[in-house]
């Protein structure tokens, strides 16, 4: 049974239907990896402070872009959707991909949420770092928490045009121009939209070439993609050692949301991007749950001062444990008030149980029984810890446990 509240930084808050937060998360709420010093991603995140800093400085002499790392990851279902005018039916929305608090806040699925506050405060330029969760499948590349950098650049008339020889608008006077097109939106300019477009894809190739490319070029392409809170959109990708990595997305944001926000007379870009993604790439880390390790393997790689910025290591991994696969087998519960089975549930409870033992579990095998009308699942768990071989007393302990709990809990039937 459910607690009537939940506690989340020292707070309770009321639990619904909504409430879906497992023990695993709750106990890393307060981890607060970016900002411990020589994490790799408290390196790259100093990277990334960096480059703005460097680059952009504004009349007075200081930075351009404010930054915010500090905000809690608990925020409304208006901030992390509404705002972004993600619509009301967004599959991202779902209490399968997302951690509930209760059916008004969650853990924020984005450093986006942020966006519209900020905007609304009067800022024009900044950054935001943060931790972001996602119900999701488990291996080495996924994780239920990981963090992002979102940026968001502000421009009135004076500001795009500085250059400009001629006057030009933001706003669209031409009635036969007052149309979204794939380059542009409706009241929106088109000129205005490719200055905009330009200062946020030359921004993002640089911090790319920054980052990644401290003694080459690196191959890059623009892809055209679609957000709810950005038109025209896109993703940028990468080419590392020969591999083609998606790295981000972007796009000049919906003019709706600048006019929610109190800036009307603006046009802005936006941005986000994963920092264990990029991580990954940088220091060559195959799997993604070493960024937890406590293990002093992993931490002591990176404990090195880089006052410049620009120190590309790469990780070794600390050694390679054997992987312990097994296979469970279950008939999914009928649908009914009580138990409405997902997969994401079941990952969870993995994750609650196992914790970071797991590597990773796959649906193997799914089949209905023509003659009961009933559905087996089998999925292979991999169990392989980042420290030590795992005994076989160890492994088949835990899995009985996974079995016992995914009986009750989820009200399957071990076959
Ligand atoms: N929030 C998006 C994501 O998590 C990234 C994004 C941010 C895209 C800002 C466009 C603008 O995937």
């Not at 990851?73 to 599959?91: A, G, M």
């Not at 008004?104 to 800022?123: F, K, P, Q, V, W």
């Not at 995914?406 to 039937?413: D, F, R, S, T």
Request: charged content about 25%; overall charge neutral.
């Amino acid at each position: 049974q459910k607690a009537p509240t939940i506690n989340l930084f020292g707070k309770e808050y009321p639990t619904d239907d909504w409430t879906n937060i497992n023990k695993s998360i709750q106990d890393k709420l307060e981890r607060n990896l970016i900002h411990q010093k020589y994490h790799p991603l408290n390196h790259l995140v100093n990277k990334i402070k960096h480059f703005f800093y460097k680059n952009y400085i504004n009349r007075n002499g200081n930075p351009l872009f404010s930054v915010y790392d500090n905000f809690r990851p608990i925020v409304s279902v208006e901030e992390n959707f509404d705002s972004l005018l993600t619509p009301k039916d967004h599959v991202s929305r779902s209490k399968k991909d997302c951690f509930y608090v209760n059916k008004d806040y969650l853990l924020r699925a984005h450093t986006t949420a942020h966006d519209n506050e900020l905007i609304r405060s009067g800022l024009n330029c900044f950054l935001t770092f943060g931790d972001v969760y996602r119900r999701d499948e488990i291996d080495a590349k996924h994780y239920p928490i990981f963090h992002q950098c979102d940026g968001v650049r502000l421009f009135d008339k004076n500001e795009l045009f500085r250059n400009a020889a001629n006057e030009m608008d933001i706003f669209e006077k031409d009635p036969s121009n007052l149309k979204r097109t794939s380059e542009k939106q409706k009241n929106y300019t088109l000129d205005a939209c490719k200055i905009v477009e330009y200062d946020l894809k030359n921004t993002l190739t640089n911090l790319v070439q920054f980052i990644f490319g401290t003694s080459s070029k690196i191959n890059m392409k623009w892809v055209d993609a679609t957000f709810p809170f950005t038109h025209p959109s896109w993703e940028l990708e990468i080419e590392y050692k020969g591999n083609w990595y998606e790295v981000l997305g972007c796009g000049i944001l919906e003019q709706e949301i600048l006019t929610n926000a109190g800036a009307e007379n603006h046009i802005a870009w936006a941005f986000g991007l994963g920092l264990e993604r990029w991580a990954m790439i940088l220091y060559d880390i195959s799997d993604i749950r070493v960024f937890w390790s406590t293990d002093n393997g992993f931490l002591s790689q990176f404990k090195f001062d880089d006052p410049t910025h620009t120190k590309i290591i790469k990780y070794k991994p600390v050694s390679v444990y054997p992987p312990c696969p097994i296979d469970i087998s279950f008939w999914l519960p009928e649908p009914s008030e009580t138990f409405t089975y997902n997969s994401n549930d079941f990952y969870d409870l993995v994750r609650d149980v196992g914790g970071d033992l797991v590597e990773q579990v796959t649906l193997i095998d799914n089949f209905e029984n023509k003659k009961t009308k009933k559905t087996s699942h089998c999925y292979r768990i991999v169990y392989r810890s980042m420290d030590k071989t795992l005994s076989l007393a160890e492994v088949n302990q835990l899995h009985k446990l996974i079995q016992t709990k995914a009986a009750e809990q989820l009200g399957v039937k071990i076959r």
